[in-house]
């Protein structure tokens, strides 16, 4: 336990570091700030702007962060700089629980430096606060822990360059896999590809809350659930094949 906290930790702690990350988080939030200065293009509906935007630049913002962990697995390799702790008897599943929690934790860091920001920016610019943007900011949330998973599972036979397409293949298929059950006909193959699939369809509220759709807690509490659940299948995926990785 003590390996995969100190592993997380490092993780954590080396991206965190960067300057670079900070200023684009700012910058995120000033650009859901001034979303709410387009009133006459926005046709009135600037508050749905404003959420909408904040919610939007949360989710690419979960996703980019997701994608660090496509490139540490390879990274730490090629460096030769995790081979201490692999030599261990549980050093290979501490090794990958570490990077899924340090990465899942900086990537639910940042999408809530997002959504606390935007909740400040809506607060000056409309004199109240959206609530809505918590649950969606939750639902966010646990899709970047996701798609953590996801990247270092990827990034186990495929090169961080792949890995990282990968990664924002089954993004994209996440929110439309929905589709894949309509389509399919109610075949076994696409039975099967819709529940082994992510279904980020489901995370997906934005516009029913920036419309004031109330959206029950339990629907976004199953939906959390969901995501860590499916994150924590595949990372225990990613350690099964990462045990039989030969890395001599």
Not at 48 to 53: H, N, T
Not at 55 to 82: D, N, Q, Y
Not at 175 to 190: A, D, Q, T, Y
Request: glycine share 8%; with cysteine.
């Amino acid at each position: 336990m003590e390996d995969i906290i100190t592993i997380a930790q490092s993780t954590f702690y080396r991206v965190a570091r960067l300057k670079a990350l900070y200023v684009i988080l700012v910058i995120c939030v000033l650009d859901v700030a001034a979303m709410s200065a387009y009133k006459e293009l926005s046709m009135g509906l600037e508050k749905e702007l404003v959420f909408d935007c904040a919610l939007a630049i949360s989710l690419v913002v979960g996703l980019i962060t997701s994608m660090v962990a496509a490139f540490e697995i390879p990274r730490e390799l090629r460096e030769k700089t995790a081979q201490f702790i692999l030599s261990k008897p549980m050093g290979r599943s501490a090794f990958i629980w570490g990077k899924f929690l340090g990465v899942s934790a900086l990537a639910v860091f940042n999408v809530a430096f997002i959504i606390v920001g935007s909740l400040l920016a809506y607060r000056l610019s409309f004199g109240e606060t959206n609530w809505g943007l918590l649950s969606g900011g939750i639902l966010v949330a646990s899709e970047a822990v996701t798609l953590t998973s996801l990247g270092l599972l990827l990034s186990i036979f495929l090169t961080d360059t792949l890995a990282a397409i990968g990664l924002f293949a089954f993004f994209v298929i996440g929110h439309c896999v929905f589709m894949i059950e309509r389509w399919s006909g109610g075949n076994i193959l696409g039975n099967a590809a819709y529940y082994l699939l992510p279904n980020f369809y489901n995370c997906d509220v934005k516009t029913e809350l920036s419309h004031g759709v109330d959206v029950p807690g339990m629907f976004v509490g199953m939906g959390a659930v969901y995501g860590i659940a499916y994150a924590f299948f595949v990372t225990g995926l990613a350690i099964i094949i990462f045990n039989r990785k030969d890395i001599a």
